[in-house]
C-alpha cells in the first residue's frame, strides 16, 4: 500500500521503519532532516509537504505531540487536507481529547475521506519491535480495512468503538500510568530512605501485591531494571512533558462529564512540579527526583 507518515519522532519514527520492513511504499515528512534522511536510506521517499504527500498516497498517517499540531497538518494552507484525494484513509496516532478528533473525522468526511483515530501504547521499545497496542475508533468496517496495517506496527490491534473512543481508552491507560508511577516511585524512595536495598525492594514489589508495569517493567528507582530509562539517567521514553499534557487532557476530559478524578489530579500537580523544576525533557519516571535528596 503506498502510505504517508507525518510525525517521525521517537515513536513515529520506528513505527514508519516497520511500515517500510513489512513492503509498504512509504512517503514521509518532517520538520526534522536527520530523521528524515533516516527513513529515506531505509528507502522512503521524502515529500515536500503534508499537501504533496497526501496528493500521492492511499493512507496517510500523522504521530504528532498535539491536537494543535494535527490540526496545522490537516488543515493549513499546505495541509493534507489541501492535497487528498477523495477515498483516502487517515489514521491519527497522536494522543489528543477525543472532541478534536471526531471535529478533524467530520473535517474529513466533507472530503470523501475517513479519519480514524488509533492512539498506541508500548513506548518506545515497543515501537521498535513492533509490539505496540493500537486503540482504534471509527467504524466496524474501516477497523477491519486498517488492522493489516496496524499489524505491521504493533501486536494488539483493539477496536474501541466509535470516532474518538481510541483515545478515551488512551487517555484512560495513561491516567493510570501517571498515577502508579508517582506511587511507584514514592514507596521506592521511601524504601531507600528507611534503609533497604532498593533492587531487593523492587524484587518484593515485583512478586507481591504492588506489582504493576511502573515496577516491573519501567522501575523508576536507578538500578532496578538495566534496561529501564531510570538506569540511564532517565534519557529516552516518555518525556515528563509529555505525560503531564495527557494527564491534563484527562483532566479536561473528566471536567466535561462531571466526573471526579481526585488520584490524577494530585498526579497532574506531581508533574507539573517536575516539568517546573527542570525535568520536562526527562522520561516520565524522572518523578521519583521529586521525592529523592539531590
Not at 477523495?86 to 477525543?98: A, E, N, R, V, W
Not at 515501537?127 to 506496527?153: C, E, K, Q
Not at 514489589?205 to 539517567?233: E, H, K, L, Q
Amino acid at each position: 500500500m503506498k502510505i504517508g507518515f507525518i510525525g517521525l519522532g521517537n515513536m513515529g519514527a520506528p513505527m514508519a521503519l516497520n511500515l517500510l520492513k513489512a513492503g509498504h511504499s512509504l512517503t514521509v515528512f518532517d520538520l526534522n532532516d536527520n530523521v528524515v534522511r533516516l527513513l529515506t536510506d531505509a528507502g522512503a521517499k521524502s515529500a515536500g509537504s503534508p499537501r504533496a504527500l497526501a496528493s500521492e498516497v492511499e493512507l496517510v498517517m500523522t504521530m504528532l505531540p498535539e491536537a494543535s499540531h494535527v490540526r496545522g497538518v490537516l488543515t493549513g494552507s499546505d495541509g493534507v487536507f489541501a492535497g487528498v484525494r477523495q477515498g483516502t484513509t487517515l489514521i491519527d496516532s497522536s494522543t489528543i481529547d477525543p472532541a478534536s478528533v471526531r471535529e478533524f473525522s467530520a473535517l474529513a468526511a466533507q472530503r470523501g475521506c475517513t479519519l480514524v483515530d488509533a492512539p498506541v501504547s508500548g513506548g518506545t521499545g515497543g515501537a521498535a519491535a513492533g509490539t505496540l497496542t493500537f486503540m482504534v475508533g471509527g467504524n466496524r468496517a474501516d477497523y477491519d480495512r486498517m488492522r493489516p496495517v496496524l499489524s505491521a506496527m504493533g501486536r494488539n490491534i483493539v477496536h474501541c468503538g466509535d470516532t474518538g473512543t481510541g483515545q478515551v481508552a488512551k487517555i484512560c491507560n495513561n491516567l493510570i500510568l501517571g498515577i502508579t508511577m508517582a506511587g511507584v516511585a514514592e514507596a521506592m524512595a521511601l524504601g531507600d530512605a528507611l534503609g533497604i536495598d532498593a533492587k531487593i525492594l523492587g524484587g518484593i514489589i515485583n512478586t507481591s501485591t504492588g506489582r504493576c508495569w511502573s515496577s516491573d517493567t519501567y522501575n523508576p528507582f536507578p538500578g532496578v531494571i538495566g534496561t529501564a530509562p531510570s538506569s540511564r539517567r532517565y534519557t529516552g521514553g516518555f518525556g515528563t512533558d509529555l505525560m503531564l499534557k495527557d494527564l491534563g487532557l484527562a483532566a479536561r476530559a473528566a471536567k466535561s462529564v462531571r466526573q471526579p478524578a481526585f488520584m490524577g489530579a494530585l498526579a497532574q500537580q506531581l508533574y507539573q512540579a517536575a516539568s517546573a523544576r527542570g525535568d520536562g525533557n526527562l522520561d516520565f519516571s524522572a518523578i521519583i527526583r521529586l521525592y529523592r535528596k539531590a
